[in-house]
């Protein structure tokens, strides 16, 4: 019963976070449209969280569990870090007329 | 009780939900030009805030890996993100979304492996979303890679079509349930039958295979001018994979980002696919381009052709402009051209406006990003309702557009483009075509606007002709 609960629970979340999403992004004017991918990749890069324990557990790049550990961490850090800097690079650019013309 | 403890009980699912509300506000502030900055800077807030407390965590014994694989990334992430030109863009978030889906399907595989006995008993679900995180992440990493190797033109751009494409791709999809059966069935049958364990992970091993091959198959038949839906959809598949893997992980966190990732890529997914009125089953398996063998009528007339200087007289009789950018410009990479006539015309008291199709260029909002890197003030950018402003326009100026222009969408039911809403442009007094040649676009399509009357074609290379104009206008005005 507990078990079951639990997963009830994990599909309300998974349910009303889609629902979030469609709320929070249904109008995205198309100047953001490229931003918006390269930034969602970065929070997607969120399976680091799971790539880190699976890292944390092995030492040695040499195992199977340590390369394996090893690349999930690199590549999630990649959506990551790439993710996060490309986007800001993109945003920078963006300006409006009104806006000062500094760089 | 000390900080470690505090984080054990609870406190770390605490951090993850403070984490989560940080994502939440920032693709809010994402979705809006004023805010957008602080809105990525708010998620990557949350990300430090996840991926520092998860440091914390218990089954963490060893940093060493961690630590490499966070300095890999951190290196090779920023540096090429800080150097890729703008019009690689298209090729750089299509990577973007594959290592997404790499990094899912890692995890996934790393825990049937250690876990595989485990699985069963915690239930359907957990077996179920860590099939489902192994096959979306495999094939948007694959999927990805195709569409990165297409934009950087590696591969060919054009659909790449073989015999009995959507026969493998239905055999393909029907041997990865098989397989998931399979799976299930071993995982049960594993504790009586040493053999079962091992027959279990060879079927597992060959959902991986057989996606890496369905990513494939799946996205090397769409042709370039349906980039920016594949785009936008392997980023939703990214995000989906995401939350499987929070499933298999019973991570709320995972769950909460790989729905809200999933949920924007498909938001945007439909939008193109509007852009284009075709369904989105259409684009996957339509090989658009290349199977249609449009009728062409050819030479309905004929084509003016006219010299740079011959189109600065028009522009410079002109007060009302607008100009319509498209894939042609980012090839000839003339979006700084087109800032300085622009900057140019606007000097000399004419309004310039321009119009941007969602899907012109190889992914959602590539030509905004273009003219931005060219320094174009956002709102001088026009989406499809700009077209009621088309009779009132002197000049507008096509440079590299072609299917968004093209009167058939309007006018010609056979076209494999009817439907799709189009620019207006024949109605103002002349049109302006900026192209390297008359051979059809991308999509073979012939383009009857060419043959109008109010029609003049310039041809050469976008940035050259550009430079022509300015040099032309300057000349004019001394």
Not at chain 1, 73 to 79: H, T, W
Not at chain 2, 141 to 150: E, I, M, Y
Not at chain 2, 198 to 223: D, H, K, N, Q, S
């Amino acid at each position: 019963m507990q078990e079951s609960s639990e997963l009830i629970m994990t599909i309300y979340v998974f349910v009303l976070a889609i629902f979030t999403g469609f709320e929070l992004i249904s109008k995205v004017p198309p100047t953001l449209h490229t931003p918006l991918m390269s930034g969602s990749n970065a929070i997607s890069g969120i399976t680091l969280l799971g790539a880190m324990i699976i890292a944390g557990n092995a030492s040695s790049l040499l195992s199977a569990e340590g390369l394996l550990g090893f690349l999930a961490v690199f590549f999630a850090g990649l959506n990551v870090f790439g993710g996060y800097v490309v986007t800001d690079r993109m945003l920078r650019m963006f300006k409006k007329k009104e806006d000062p013309k500094d760089k | 009780m000390n900080f470690r403890e505090l984080l054990h009980s609870g406190g770390q699912d605490l951090i993850y939900l403070f984490a989560v509300i940080l994502f939440i506000f920032g693709i809010k502030n994402l979705s809006k030009p004023k805010t957008a900055r602080r809105g990525n800077f708010l998620s990557a807030l949350g990300m430090l805030l996840a991926v520092g407390v998860t440091l914390f965590d218990p089954h963490i014994e060893s940093f060493q890996l961690i630590i490499l694989g966070l300095w890999a990334s951190a290196l090779l992430g920023t540096f090429i993100a800080r150097t890729v030109p703008m019009t690689a863009m298209p090729q750089m978030v299509a990577l973007l979304n594959g290592f997404g889906g790499i990094s899912s399907f890692l995890v996934a595989f790393r825990e049937f492996q250690s876990n595989a006995i485990d699985i069963l008993q915690k239930g359907f679900i957990d077996y179920l979303t860590l099939m489902l995180s192994t096959l979306v992440g495999m094939v948007t990493f694959s999927g990805s890679l195709v569409a990165a190797l297409k934009l950087q033109e590696w591969l060919p751009g054009r659909p790449i079509l073989f015999p009995m494409q959507k026969t493998l791709n239905a055999i393909l999809g029907l041997l990865t349930l098989l397989l998931f059966v399979l799976t299930y069935q071993s995982l049960v049958d594993m504790n009586l039958d040493l053999l079962a364990k091992e027959m279990a992970y060879r079927y597992y091993y060959l959902i991986g295979i057989i996606a890496f091959i369905l990513g494939i198959t799946l996205v090397i038949p769409i042709g370039g001018a349906d980039m920016p839906v594949v785009v936008s959809l392997l980023n939703s598949y990214s995000g989906i994979a995401v939350a499987m893997t929070g499933f298999v992980l019973h991570n709320n966190a995972l769950i909460v980002v790989g729905s809200l990732v999933g949920a924007s890529g498909i938001i945007l997914t439909n939008i193109m696919c509007k852009a284009m009125n075709r369904s989105l089953l259409n684009v996957l398996f339509g090989g658009f381009g290349a199977t249609t063998v449009i009728p062409t009528q050819q030479a309905k007339g004929s084509v003016k052709n006219i010299s740079p200087e011959e189109a600065a007289l028009i522009l410079d009789a002109a007060e009302n402009v607008i100009i319509i950018p498209g894939y042609g410009m980012a090839v000839s990479q003339a979006q700084h051209m087109v800032k300085k006539l622009t900057d140019y015309l606007l000097q000399k008291g004419k309004k310039v406006s321009f119009a941007v199709h969602p899907v012109a260029g190889r992914m959602p909002g590539h030509m905004n990003v273009l003219l931005a890197e060219a320094g174009v003030e956002y709102d001088l950018l026009h989406d499809l309702e700009i077209n009621d402003q088309f009779p009132q326009t002197d000049v507008s100026v096509v440079i590299g557009a072609n299917d968004v222009v093209n009167p058939a969408a309007k006018e010609n039911p056979n076209s494999p483009i009817y439907g799709m809403p189009v620019f207006d442009v024949e109605k103002s007094r002349t049109v302006l075509v900026l192209k390297r040649s008359l051979n059809p676009g991308f999509a073979g399509i012939e383009n009857e606007l060419f043959y109008k009357e109010n029609t003049l074609m310039v041809f050469g290379d976008a940035k050259k002709t550009l430079e022509g104009f300015l040099a032309a206008l300057q000349e004019l005005e001394s």
